[in-house]
């Protein structure tokens, strides 16, 4: 989920020296899409699946964390450098969302709450420092690149990462009582709420490149898929606020206001499925734009993965009834673009521990 404008051949999780230095600062997106897609299979009733990707994601985070400290201490240069670049930075935000992400499954699937909080505190300590170093570099460094160059839809990970500290913040408002209950369901819609405006400003930015700069295959990333993840984890934190409102009395105050926003999210995000689906068909299909195996492709299974579960919880939350049959579709599509995306990192893997 990095920002390239060109997908370059990256060199996965191989532990080669080549390998760690190039290690794309987006890696984290694999344990997102691992992560939605094992809380989707829990909603719709596959347990044994859901526990098998939970257990598969714990040790992909915990090899995660442990490459990207090490590519930090060993090109603290590269590491730190690539954090406050336009192309590159937003790439750093996938480690908010994964572990905001890993909380929930702790918080859902293990009713671990302990741990389910650890991992909450330290994706918002991640939030804190991510957010303001990026952007207040981004703002002051002289040397900036033009708006086509400069911004993509892995931006929106910012957005991403400030509504799955929203989403986990719900979570463990719904699960434990006073003295943290009404706080963290406060925090929970303050996040929802700037996650909205922060979506407003760039998607605005995102939108003006889209039609009013030239457009190639190569441009056309696969992070752009986070134009509708980002309103799909969005819809999904909404709908924990409402169902949330019994427990605050100010959720239900602004109940009228929840419903029509989160919808307003749901309806956003559905409006961008056959766009990007197009452009998809235009990039690799008119313009023969190779179809291999990158880092940045898990960018494209979590939002499929999380609209899946964000309709579950939407149509739940507002008693419709009628959607049941949309997340089922959405994630039979979400498991084959994982499995497909799995199996060509482990032979990205392979090849790179073959060579010399």
């Known amino acids: ?72 201490w060993r090109y603290p240069r590269r590491f730190f450098g690539e954090m406050v670049e336009h192309a590159r930075g937003a790439g750093y935000f996938t480690m908010v969302a994964a572990t905001g992400i890993m909380a929930s499954q702790c918080i859902v699937m293990l009713d671990n709450l302990g741990l389910g909080f650890a991992l909450w505190a330290l994706a918002a300590l991640l939030w804190l420092l991510l957010t303001y170093t990026i952007f207040t570099a981004f703002t002051i460094r002289r040397d900036k690149p033009t708006l086509d160059k400069g911004i993509s839809g892995a931006w929106l990970l910012a957005v991403v990462s400030t509504q799955a500290l929203a989403v986990c913040s719900a979570l463990l408002a719904a699960r434990i009582g006073q003295p943290l209950r009404l ?123 999380m609209y899946a579960a964000c309709t579950w919880q939407m149509d739940k939350a507002m008693q419709f009834g009628f959607l049941n049959l949309l997340p089922r579709l959405f994630f039979a599509v979400a498991l084959l673009a994982w499995l497909l995306a799995f199996v060509g990192m482990l032979r990205s893997v392979a090849r790179q521990l073959r060579a010399p």
């Open 1 to 72: 989920m990095s920002d390239l404008p060109t997908p370059a051949p990256q060199p996965g999780m191989a532990a080669g020296q080549g390998g760690l230095r190039e290690l794309s600062p987006a890696y984290f997106g694999l344990v997102m899409a691992t992560g939605i897609v094992s809380l989707t299979a829990d909603m719709l009733g596959w347990p044994l699946l859901a526990h098998a990707l939970l257990a598969l994601n714990a040790v992909q985070y915990l090899v995660l964390w442990g490459l990207y400290l090490l590519r930090a």
């Open 183 to 305: 706080e963290l369901n406060l925090l929970a819609l303050s996040m929802w709420l700037w996650g909205g405006m922060l979506y407003i400003w760039m998607m605005a930015l995102i939108f003006y490149r889209y039609l009013f700069f030239p457009f190639s295959p190569g441009d056309l990333s696969p992070p752009y898929w986070i134009n509708m993840g980002a309103m799909a984890i969005s819809t999904l934190a909404g709908s924990l606020l409402m169902l949330n409102a019994p427990q605050a009395p100010f959720l239900v105050s602004l109940l009228p206001f929840l419903k029509g926003f989160t919808v307003f999210y749901w309806a956003a995000g559905t409006w961008w499925i056959p766009m990007l689906l197009l452009l998809g068909i235009w990039r690799h299909g008119v313009r023969r734009f190779p179809l291999r195996y990158d880092p940045l492709y898990w960018g494209a299974v979590f939002p499929l993965g």
